[in-house]
């Protein structure tokens, strides 16, 4: 999914977009090179003994104005940016990268279009789709201790909800190479990320070699949607609790998203009684 930095000059040419996409691609070649990070590389059969968290998906969601075709391509893009990173480790200290793990996508490696956000809009696009692998990663690290170090948010109003509502179960932007998904295992022991598909599901596990004395949950308070002009938004604000193992009780409630999120699909599926005015 595309967040757009330079919409202004974007706007004015795609001949300007271009140009101001391939700047950025360039910065951040630049700073990769330059800022010392220790990526994540390793990969290894063995799985480590210990689940963190996981987490699964739908892959194809079917509906009213949904593109089918796009929701198939979608589920090939997931599927082949997965294969690049099942089995990871990340030892103490190293970060991990959506783009060092998954690479620069082309129709060489299988990729096809898929939904992304352009300008506030829903259009085909080569990758699209991958955000949903990127927010499956970031669910299972909110679910942990690990530090999220990039990230990046678009609408997560994308289609209307699946039965009951899962705090963050869309919302992660990812865009080569700029648009980075990361975190940084800030333990003192190895994880392990492993991701794949599976019979139209999209499934992920971390794991680790010991337990961690904490558990962890997603809070979201205020869930509702608001018109705003002649649009509608989600609004809600998400926590993550940290919780003592032993004793059950709250150590700490961390603010990780103030949502304010544009409806993206027909305001015709909004549950009504979930909209209020103010």
């Known amino acids: 999914m595309l967040w757009n930095k330079n919409k202004a000059f974007c706007n004015m040419n795609p001949v300007f977009y271009a140009i101001s996409e391939q700047k950025e691609i360039f910065k951040r070649h630049i700073r990769n090179m330059t800022d010392h990070t220790t990526f994540a590389a390793c990969r290894t059969r063995n799985v480590l003994p210990n689940l963190v968290s996981s987490h699964s998906s739908n892959l194809i969601k079917r509906g009213k104005g949904i593109d089918i075709r796009l929701q198939e391509n979608k589920a090939v893009n997931i599927d082949l940016a997965a294969r690049q990173m099942d089995h990871l480790v990340i030892r103490p200290g190293e970060e991990f990268s959506f783009w060092k793990m998954v690479g620069k996508l082309s129709k060489r490696k299988g990729y096809g279009d898929g939904r992304v956000i352009v300008n506030n809009r829903l259009q085909p696009g080569m990758g699209g789709g991958l955000c949903n692998l990127a927010n499956t990663l970031h669910l299972l690290v909110l679910h942990s201790p690990l530090q999220v170090t990039e990230f990046h948010s678009h609408s997560d109003a994308l289609a209307p909800d699946e039965g009951k509502r899962v705090p963050f179960s869309s919302g992660t932007s990812v865009y080569y190479n700029y648009i980075d998904y990361r975190f940084k295992n800030n333990t003192d022991q190895n994880v392990q990320l492993l991701v794949w598909c599976q019979d139209e599901k999209l499934h992920a596990q971390l794991r680790s070699e010991r337990e961690f004395p904490w558990r962890y949950e997603l809070v979201e308070e205020g869930h509702h949607f608001h018109k705003e002009g002649e649009k509608y938004y989600r609004i809600s604000k ?40 103010y």
Do not use: C, W
């Not at 999120?261 to 005015?277: A, N, T, W």
């Open 238 to 277: 998400i926590y993550k609790d940290t919780i003592d193992k032993a004793t059950g009780k709250r150590l700490e409630r961390q603010l990780v998203r103030d949502n304010h999120s544009e409806v993206m699909f027909d305001y015709s599926q909004i549950p009504q009684e979930l909209i209020r005015e």
